[in-house]
């Protein structure tokens, strides 16, 4: 999910993955993006849904594939884009 080839994260924290009960452990963001991505997400789909536990729009369909991965940004925290402007926080 991340295409920046030095994104910033909020942390160094182990990330778990709460996707329907998944619970893996990973010791950084862009490992969960790609098992996200892999093993949940996939591809060519008929449709794109989230099932992250805890989520307001849980099982609600998206409008595609990329979609589901922005939506995701929101329980991840992943920041795949750097501003290169240093004075700027936003990622």
Same mark, same amino acid.
């Given at each position: 999910?991340?295409?920046?080839? %030095?994104?910033?994260?909020?942390?160094?924290?182990?990330?778990?993955?709460?996707?329907?009960?998944?619970?893996?452990?990973?010791?950084?963001?862009?490992?969960?993006?790609?098992?996200?991505?892999?093993?949940?997400?996939?591809?060519?789909?008929?449709?794109?849904?989230?099932?992250?536990?805890?989520?307001? /729009?849980?099982?609600?369909?998206?409008?595609?594939?990329?979609?589901?991965?922005?939506?995701? /940004? %929101?329980?991840?925290? +992943?920041?795949?884009?750097?501003?290169? /402007?240093?004075?700027? +926080?936003?990622?």
């Amino acid at each position: 999910m991340s295409s920046s080839s %030095s994104p910033t994260y909020p942390n160094d924290d182990p990330v778990i993955c709460h996707w329907d009960s998944c619970n893996l452990t990973f010791t950084t963001l862009p490992e969960l993006a790609s098992h996200l991505s892999e093993d949940h997400i996939g591809w060519k789909k008929p449709s794109y849904t989230c099932e992250w536990e805890g989520c307001s /729009r849980k099982s609600m369909q998206q409008q595609s594939r990329f979609a589901l991965i922005a939506h995701l /940004r %929101s329980h991840t925290g +992943e920041k795949p884009y750097d501003c290169p /402007r240093p004075e700027c +926080e936003k990622s």
